[in-house]
């Protein structure tokens, strides 16, 4: 074949062809996983672990995945079209040196649509095989939605179509204690085991399903909380095409992901017979609490997210990497972190430090581009919860406002400044350009009525109406749950900064 032909010749589809042979023996495996979520996240993080697992010799399992709603049904088809295989691209720094990985992901061995295929996703219970529930389905999709159920036809919420499934269970197993499921929630939230077995239990009860089943799913089955860490950037398109030149195959699947990831799940560490993660030798703990870590994570990465967005945004900076390596703003965001965020934190001093420049080495990857404008959304909500408690330390054990978490919210104010006090939630920037302001309509309504009270009839841009509007946002408990202006010298400080913004013009 000529060079031209064999560049006219159709690029092959990744599928079981292009795996090695004991790669396709893996495909015989018995499904022990059950995974509801068919997105970028499971199949960089949860799925990678999975076949890790496997490839360890410790777990010997495969994985029926399933979408949680009908729009993920073109995910289901490429997925059915590529038989399950799928290339995830590992990219960034790791301990100070660039990595790139490849690998093609084969542990899923059955896609089902149960919107199409309801009797197929409900004989996945009768396998005794069978022993864990694996999902991700947006912090909305542990949401109770009241749903009706009819035997033969497929219920629209993930909890709704789980309650079926394990009814079907039940009923197989005659209700045996041995029969349970271990269920693994990869949700961003808090308590999300015990939030998915509470809105299951509330099926339960609607479809009135005999109580002998609902003792079954809270005594046989485990609704483990846990806490999930890895930032999983998905298809990257601009590269794609030349990737596949390089590799010599398609993959419109193909996500990626950055080096790091860590997986905490709240369960006795006797599980990990049965899951062998750590085993494996991944990034993984068993643990008895949560908080500490969920705690960890709050502070450090998504305090320091929202620190750099509102300090960023103000001051030209456009991107998380660009905010760390700033030559004057890049110092500040690190005394933050290790002066005024991790001396605050009830945990171990060399856990932290090590988690923290764990963290400035995430957000150095050369491969993501984070915009502090999508960071930047909701952002008087997560000051609040992911900042406030770092200040209000600080100030505890020092007796002095922190620095730069002061300037902080001074930023998170000029931010949400109106650029006027009658059209849409915009700010205009020290840069002059407008900035789409993206929060609670309510709270945005009381932050304007604040600054244009205080400015009286005049211009919001003087000092006077920027003294009296800080305050006043300040002391409302509708934003903060509190009155920020009873910690002393706080308001002063904010004031202070935001006069800086004032004498420049900006």
């Given at each position: 074949?000529?060079?031209?032909?064999?560049?006219?010749?159709?690029?092959?589809?990744?599928?079981?062809?292009?795996?090695?042979?004991?790669?396709?023996?893996?495909?015989?495996?018995?499904?022990?996983?059950?995974?509801?979520?068919e997105?970028?996240?499971?199949?960089?993080?949860?799925?990678?672990?999975?076949?890790?697992?496997?490839?360890?010799?410790?777990?010997?399992?495969g994985v029926?995945?399933?979408?949680?709603?009908?729009?993920?049904?073109?995910?289901?088809?490429?997925?059915?079209?590529?038989?399950?295989?799928?290339?995830?691209l590992?990219?960034?720094?790791?301990?100070?040196?660039?990595?790139?990985?490849?690998?093609?992901?084969?542990?899923?061995?059955?896609?089902?649509d149960?919107?199409?295929?309801?009797?197929?996703?409900?004989?996945?219970?009768?396998?005794?095989?069978?022993?864990?529930?694996?999902?991700?389905?947006?912090?909305?999709?542990?949401?109770?939605?009241?749903?009706?159920?009819?035997?033969?036809?497929?219920?629209?919420?993930?909890?709704?179509?789980?309650?079926?499934?394990?009814?079907?269970?039940?009923?197989?197993?005659?209700?045996?204690?041995d029969?349970?499921l271990?269920?693994?929630?990869?949700?961003?939230?808090?308590r999300?085991?015990?939030?998915l077995?509470?809105?299951?239990?509330?099926?339960?009860?609607?479809?009135?399903?005999?109580?002998?089943?609902?003792?079954?799913?809270?005594?046989?089955?485990?609704?483990?909380?846990?806490?999930?860490?890895?930032?999983?950037?998905?298809?990257?398109?601009?590269?794609?095409?030349?990737?596949?030149?390089?590799?010599?195959?398609?993959?419109?699947l193909?996500?990626?992901?950055?080096?790091?990831?860590?997986?905490?799940?709240?369960?006795?560490?006797?599980?990990?017979?049965?899951?062998?993660?750590a085993?494996?030798?991944?990034?993984?703990?068993?643990?008895?609490?949560?908080k500490?870590?969920?705690?960890?994570?709050?502070?450090?990465?998504?305090?320091?997210?929202?620190?750099?967005?509102?300090?960023?945004?103000?001051?030209?900076?456009?991107?998380?990497?660009?905010?760390?390596?700033?030559p004057?703003?890049?110092?500040?965001?690190?005394?933050?972190?290790?002066?005024?965020?991790?001396?605050?934190?009830?945990?171990?001093?060399?856990?932290?430090?090590?988690?923290?420049?764990?963290?400035l080495?995430?957000?150095?990857?050369?491969?993501?581009?984070?915009?502090?404008?999508d960071?930047?959304?909701?952002?008087?909500?997560?000051?609040?919860?992911?900042?406030?408690?770092?200040?209000?330390?600080h100030?505890?054990r020092?007796?002095g406002?922190?620095?730069?978490?002061?300037?902080?919210?001074?930023?998170?104010?000029?931010?949400?400044?109106p650029?006027?006090?009658?059209?849409?939630?915009?700010?205009?920037?020290?840069?002059?350009?407008?900035?789409?302001?993206?929060?609670?309509?309510?709270?945005l309504?009381?932050?304007?009525?604040?600054?244009?009270?205080?400015?009286?009839?005049?211009?919001?841009?003087?000092?006077?109406?920027?003294?009296?509007?800080?305050?006043?946002?300040?002391?409302?408990?509708?934003?903060?749950?509190?009155?920020?202006?009873?910690?002393?010298g706080?308001?002063?400080?904010v004031?202070?900064?935001?006069?800086?913004?004032?004498?420049?013009?900006?």
């Open positions: 074949m000529s060079e031209l032909e064999r560049m006219a010749e159709p690029m092959p589809l990744i599928g079981l062809e292009s795996l090695q042979p004991e790669a396709r023996r893996d495909r015989e495996l018995p499904i022990k996983v059950l995974q509801i979520g997105g970028n996240f499971l199949r960089g993080f949860a799925d990678w672990m999975l076949q890790a697992c496997n490839r360890a010799g410790l777990f010997q399992g029926a995945v399933t979408q949680p709603r009908p729009s993920g049904k073109p995910h289901m088809d490429k997925l059915k079209a590529q038989q399950g295989v799928y290339t995830l590992v990219r960034g720094l790791k301990e100070g040196k660039r990595v790139e990985e490849r690998e093609q992901i084969s542990v899923l061995t059955r896609m089902i149960p919107y199409a295929e309801w009797e197929a996703f409900l004989s996945l219970a009768d396998s005794a095989d069978l022993l864990f529930v694996v999902s991700n389905t947006t912090e909305a999709g542990l949401a109770y939605q009241p749903s009706e159920w009819r035997p033969n036809e497929p219920v629209l919420s993930f909890p709704g179509k789980l309650t079926a499934f394990l009814y079907r269970r039940f009923v197989k197993f005659g209700g045996g204690s029969k349970g271990i269920h693994l929630p990869c949700e961003l939230l808090e999300n085991g015990e939030r077995q509470e809105t299951v239990l509330k099926h339960a009860d609607d479809w009135g399903l005999p109580d002998e089943f609902k003792r079954w799913v809270r005594e046989a089955n485990r609704f483990l909380n846990t806490l999930v860490d890895r930032i999983v950037t998905g298809y990257p398109a601009e590269e794609a095409d030349e990737l596949f030149e390089r590799w010599g195959y398609r993959d419109p193909l996500t990626t992901a950055e080096p790091y990831y860590f997986w905490v799940i709240q369960g006795e560490r006797d599980l990990e017979g049965r899951l062998p993660l085993a494996s030798g991944l990034n993984v703990q068993w643990v008895d609490d949560l500490p870590y969920q705690l960890r994570k709050v502070r450090i990465l998504n305090g320091s997210h929202t620190l750099m967005a509102m300090i960023g945004l103000v001051n030209g900076i456009r991107e998380v990497r660009e905010a760390l390596e700033h004057a703003w890049g110092p500040k965001f690190m005394q933050a972190l290790f002066e005024e965020i991790v001396p605050g934190l009830p945990l171990d001093r060399s856990e932290l430090a090590t988690y923290a420049n764990e963290t080495e995430r957000f150095r990857n050369p491969f993501i581009k984070h915009k502090l404008a960071i930047a959304m909701n952002s008087l909500s997560k000051w609040k919860v992911r900042l406030l408690p770092s200040l209000k330390r100030m505890q020092t007796g406002v922190p620095a730069v978490l002061s300037e902080s919210l001074a930023s998170l104010l000029r931010l949400y400044r650029a006027d006090l009658t059209g849409e939630p915009t700010t205009r920037l020290p840069d002059g350009t407008l900035f789409a302001v993206r929060d609670d309509p309510a709270l309504a009381l932050i304007r009525e604040a600054w244009k009270t205080a400015a009286d009839g005049g211009i919001i841009e003087s000092a006077d109406s920027t003294d009296r509007a800080v305050r006043k946002i300040l002391s409302l408990q509708e934003i903060w749950e509190e009155d920020l202006t009873q910690y002393p706080l308001a002063d400080e004031v202070r900064h935001m006069a800086k913004w004032e004498e420049t013009g900006r």
